[in-house]
T-cell receptor, first 116, second 109 residues
Framework: GAVVSQHPSWVICKSGTSVKIECRSL??????MFWYRQFPKQSLMLMAT?????????EQGVEKDKFLINHASLTLSTLTVTSAHPEDSSFYIC????????????FGPGTRLTVL | GIQVEQSPPDLILQEGANSTLRCNFS?????LQWFHQNPWGQLINLFY???GTKQNGRLSATTVATERYSSLYISSSQTTDSGVYFC???????????FGGGTRVLVKP
């Protein structure tokens, strides 16, 4: 149990385009989903926290108009990188937390974004 | 915010060796997790251990919350144990995981 999927696993796009990344909890309902960013050989940095049906809470320094988060259901959250630029190239990872036995966070496999 | 420090930053082991990874944190926590990030980037949950000791096969973890540290013990290491090990905590009354810098482990055959 406690499986989280992400799609796509990798994406290459041109500068100025927008990219949407999906995060799904496959076998449990996620009360909260989190989005992280990881640069090469660095740790994970939390970008934002999203709860189903409410606005996401962004960490300091993260542009909410650039990284749009939608948490439409208890099993799906999306991150849209708008007007992507090369400096947005990174590894984006989501996690999901449920309740009861799923109080710990479970992570998706990540999405590698390359902006040309 | 809470600080999480992991040591050592890098570790090279000969296959079959044992080792201990350490995680120190600066404040009270109500959640602590250990993860293994494989070469493809997937974070694999190893332990959810806000306190006490747990064992899973060749891995075991101990968290002493009052002393603000946790340890991950790898016994009889295998090449498949290579990767980065992260400790992450949620401070008391919080809901956000803060990650340590990780320990990069390489197990040589």
């Amino acid at each position: 149990g406690a499986v989280v999927s992400q799609h796509p696993s990798w994406v290459i796009c041109k500068s100025g385009t927008s990219v949407k990344i999906e995060c799904r909890s496959l076998d449990f309902q996620a009360t909260t989903m989190f989005w992280y960013r990881q640069f090469p050989k660095q740790s994970l940095m939390l970008m934002a926290t999203s709860n189903e049906g409410s606005k996401a809470t962004y960490e300091q320094g993260v542009e909410k108009d650039k990284f749009l988060i939608n948490h439409a259901s208890l099993t799906l959250s999306t991150l849209t990188v708008t007007s992507a630029h090369p400096e947005d190239s990174s590894f984006y990872i989501c996690s999901a937390k449920g309740w009861g036995n799923y109080n710990e966070q479970f992570f998706g496999p990540g999405t590698r974004l390359t902006v040309l | 915010g809470i600080q999480v420090e992991q040591s050592p930053p890098d570790l090279i082991l000969q296959e079959g060796a044992n080792s201990t990874l350490r995680c120190n944190f600066s404040d009270s926590v109500n959640n602590l997790q250990w993860f293994h990030q494989n070469p493809w980037g997937q974070l694999i949950n190893l332990f959810y251990i806000p306190s006490g000791t747990k064992q899973n096969g060749r891995l075991s973890a101990t968290t002493v919350a009052t002393e603000r540290y946790s340890s991950l013990y790898i016994s009889s290491s295998q090449t498949t144990d290579s990767g980065v090990y992260f400790c992450a905590v949620i401070k008391a009354a919080g809901n956000k995981l803060t990650f340590g810098g990780g320990t990069r482990v390489l197990v040589k055959p």
